[in-house]
């Protein structure tokens, strides 16, 4: 019986997604957490095969999570299930170490195969973002000079959050959230926080990610 391991910040996609895993002969859901810090204590304690893990958490992000699992249990694997548009954060989070990535507009035939592919020490990843790993990048995307604490942080201002509203959801302090801000302005090579607001706004969109594609 293989041990799932599922962390995810909203209770009716975690609960639900419990119920189907637990129904698949072969997997069980041995643990569940909406935060970073939960889920590494119940990680220790429950021992799983995998770990499920959302990118978007409860004050803080599924790229810390997946940067801690990576240290702490190196051989654990990690399937990232996630909101976020794969094209974005596939490549980054399986240069990080995770073995899979699926967005939440899967059915959950999906994520189960998803789990079943990972388990069997397989990466899986959709036929787009194969197709864009193996023709690599003709021009690259602006973000990709990002860090992964940036990339979050351009994520969430895109999103719309305020630079307080982004501290608190990082537990960082708001001059630090305001420093690493300045930091992307340089990295994009952007005139002014006007600018790199506008370009976090089209990138959540989409439409920042169309205007490379046709570059």
Request: aromatic share 6%; proline share 3%.
């Amino acid at each position: 019986m293989a041990r799932i391991f599922i962390v995810e910040d909203h209770p009716i996609y975690r609960e639900g997604l419990a119920g189907y895993v637990n129904e698949e002969p072969g997997l069980q859901v041995c643990g569940v957490a909406d935060n970073v810090a939960d889920a590494l204590t119940g990680i220790e304690r429950t021992n799983p095969h995998l770990v499920v893990v959302d990118l978007q958490l409860k004050g803080s992000s599924g790229l810390d999570l997946i940067q801690d699992i990576r240290y702490r249990w190196p051989e654990l694997h990690i399937l990232v299930l996630s909101m976020y548009d794969e094209i974005r954060y596939a490549d980054r989070v399986l240069r990080m170490g995770a073995r899979g990535y699926v967005m939440k507009d899967k059915g959950p035939e999906t994520v189960l195969k998803a789990i079943k592919t990972v388990l069997q020490g397989e990466v899986y990843a959709s036929q787009r973002v194969k197709d864009q790993l193996l023709m690599g990048k003709v021009e690259k995307s602006p973000t990709d000079v990002l860090t992964d604490r940036e990339i979050q942080i351009f994520q969430l201002l895109g999103e719309g959050n305020t630079v307080a509203e982004i501290a608190e959801q990082l537990n960082r302090s708001p001059k630090t959230i305001q420093n690493h801000i300045d930091h992307i302005r340089t990295r994009m090579h952007l005139k002014s926080r006007q600018e790199l607001y506008q370009k976090s706004k089209e990138w959540v969109l989409g439409l920042g990610e169309a205007e490379d594609d046709a570059g």
